[in-house]
């Protein structure tokens, strides 16, 4: 009731106010601490309850091989843990083969990856690829500062993200 009648609310309230440029990044990420902070407090409490936690399903994210670049996938995974998703974090530089291996051993419904530098956007396609391979029916979003929604199509991915917020709208329409 508190995460589906108070937080998720909160998070979508403020996730418009980023859209319409009334608030920016710092209090979009405060939003999120905030939120994450009342969902291990939930978390907690469930648990001394013996009662598990409710997940949304689970999401792989990754930064893609040959970046470090790990920002923008971290608070992409805050956001989507604030909504109630499992994220698989890889970290960054992370091999091609080990987000598609990761997403079929956990029969993923969607995984995002990450590029900041324009020398790694082909491990982000062979990336996609092999994921592709592994599961089929696995969809693929991807963001970064050298991506746009053309290239995204151009190299496979089935949702480019301008942002975090566009993610989790992803999200939801991908996972539930």
Do not use: W
């Not at 405060?30 to 009662?51: D, M």
């Not at 990450?114 to 092999?130: F, K, P, R, Y």
Request: proline share 3%; charged share 20%; aromatic share 4%.
């Amino acid at each position: 009731e508190v995460v589906n009648g108070i937080l998720i609310p909160a998070l979508d309230s403020a996730g418009k106010l980023f859209e319409q440029g009334k608030i920016f990044l710092p209090q979009l990420i405060q939003t999120a601490g905030v939120a994450q902070a009342a969902f291990e407090v939930i978390k907690t409490t469930l648990i001394e309850r013996n009662a598990a936690p409710v997940s949304r399903g689970e999401i792989v994210l990754a930064t893609v091989k040959g970046d470090i670049h790990d920002i923008g996938k971290n608070i992409v995974r805050v956001l989507l843990e604030n909504y109630g998703y499992t994220v698989l974090d890889l970290g960054r530089d992370v091999p091609c083969q080990l987000v598609a291996d990761t997403a079929k051993e956990h029969g993923v419904k969607l995984v995002g990856l990450s590029a900041l530098m324009t020398t790694t956007l082909g491990a982000m396609e062979e990336t996609i690829q092999l994921v592709k391979q592994a599961c089929p029916d696995c969809k693929v979003v991807v963001g970064g500062a050298v991506l746009t929604a053309d290239y995204a199509e151009k190299i496979g991915a089935d949702f480019y993200a301008k942002d975090a917020m566009e993610t989790v709208a992803v999200a939801k329409e991908v996972v539930g």
